[in-house]
């Protein structure tokens, strides 16, 4: 037979105080207004009889649920997974439990999940599935939703958010291979319906502009998902497309980057003797592809934090002006990367094979 839970009564009762005083001390925002010693001895009882909170009934006098939805686009990408641990900590630390869904990097899918969470009264949503312009976040700011983007922003909308400098990322990819004398630079880019993937093609030809350097648009692919598929597909149009040849590849994240390495291999081209790769992301596990991978590191469990210190503070306070934080990125080299060298001339640029 089940046993029948603890009430604040039985706790007050067993501590020699008003049950308003242990409301107060199981309340850990209003546990200040009692003294130390009174707190310390509601806690132990509360602890000795087992008692815990029903959070259906704390829900109805505070008319929260104390959960928070945060949505991913693809929970098999090893990107999120240190995201949504950060988030989740931070979270629970303040008393939240989180609901994880994956969208499968469908929009159907993520419109049906965010008013599934909505109807199960969340009180708060972090979205790492926004595109640069998107009816879902369109609609949970119409309906006064807290929301926090992370790793992603929307435009023409004010949304928190939660990011890194992309222009600065891509930006560091490039200058390493021009230090090491590439000039004939490609680019595998992503969905230019998402600000990762927009902005760092945007930051690629911004940085090429920067440096004097003429953008080629021939040996440039924004794919079509971060993906190892779509970067695959990408470089092998690049490798059609293109009559110049190229000797370094900057991809936008690390998946895009492994679908590089398995075009460049079945064209017979070795990374990074024949062409040099930077990945972004700095996703767990990079350091054992063949070669480890050079990559843009993005501080991924810090972003999981600051999205969940920011939903709080908009849980708190809704009217709050919206804002966006920007993480800074950073180079981590790895082995697909080399100077050109003094024999460029007898090395195999992607496009120009001995046979050709």
């Known amino acids: 037979?089940?046993?029948?839970?603890?009430?604040?009564?039985?706790?007050?009762?067993?501590?020699?105080?008003?049950?308003?005083?242990?409301?107060?001390?199981?309340?850990?925002?209003?546990?200040?207004?009692?003294?130390?010693s009174v707190a310390d001895r509601v806690l132990a009882v509360a602890q000795k009889l087992g008692y815990s909170v029903n959070p259906l009934a704390a829900g109805l006098r505070t008319r929260r649920s104390r959960t928070v939805g945060i949505l991913i686009p693809d929970l098999t990408n090893p990107v999120f997974p240190p995201?949504?641990?950060?988030?989740?900590?931070?979270?629970?630390?303040?008393?939240?439990?989180?609901?994880?869904?994956?969208?499968?990097?469908d929009i159907h899918n993520a419109r049906n999940i965010v008013n599934n969470l909505i109807a199960r009264q969340v009180d708060g949503l972090i979205l790492a599935t926004?595109?640069?312009?998107?009816?879902?976040?369109e609609e949970c700011l119409s309906r006064g939703v807290p929301l926090v983007l992370v790793n992603r922003t929307v435009e023409k909308m004010p949304v928190a958010a939660v990011t890194t400098d992309d222009n600065l990322g891509i930006?560091?990819?490039l200058e390493h291979l021009l230090e090491l004398g590439h000039r004939r630079i490609a680019f595998v880019g992503g969905p230019q319906t998402t600000s990762t993937g927009y902005v760092r093609y945007r930051a690629f030809l911004n940085a090429l502009k920067a440096r004097g350097l003429k953008a080629d648009k021939s040996m440039m692919v924004n794919a079509s998902a971060f993906s190892e598929a779509a970067g695959s597909e990408a470089l092998s149009k690049i490798i059609a497309s293109s009559d110049v040849g190229f000797t370094a590849v900057v991809a936008a994240n690390d998946?895009?980057?492994?679908?590089?390495?398995?075009?460049l291999l079945a064209n017979g081209l070795r990374c990074p003797i024949d062409v040099s790769v930077t990945g972004y992301n700095h996703m767990p596990f990079v350091d054992r592809f063949t070669p480890?991978?050079?990559?843009?590191?993005?501080?991924?469990?810090q972003l999981g934090i600051k999205s969940a210190e920011l939903l709080l503070e908009r849980i708190e306070n809704p009217d709050a002006p919206a804002r966006t934080i920007y993480?800074?990125?950073?180079?981590?080299?790895?082995?697909?990367?080399?100077?050109?060298?003094?024999n460029e001339?007898?090395?195999?640029a992607a496009g120009r094979s001995p046979t050709r």
């Open 130 to 137: 926004a595109h640069r312009e998107d009816p879902i976040v």
């Open 171 to 173: 930006r560091l990819a």
């Open 83 to 105: 995201i949504v641990r950060g988030a989740e900590q931070t979270l629970a630390s303040a008393g939240y439990v989180v609901v994880l869904a994956d969208s499968n990097n």
């Open 327 to 342: 993480l800074q990125p950073r180079l981590i080299l790895g082995g697909s990367t080399r100077a050109i060298g003094a």
């Open 345 to 348: 001339s007898t090395q195999r």
């Open 292 to 301: 480890p991978l050079t990559t843009v590191h993005i501080p991924h469990q």
């Open 1 to 36: 037979m089940r046993k029948a839970q603890v009430t604040i009564k039985e706790v007050a009762v067993k501590a020699r105080v008003h049950a308003s005083t242990v409301s107060r001390v199981l309340n850990a925002e209003t546990r200040g207004m009692v003294s130390k």
């Open 255 to 263: 998946l895009l980057a492994l679908g590089c390495f398995d075009v």
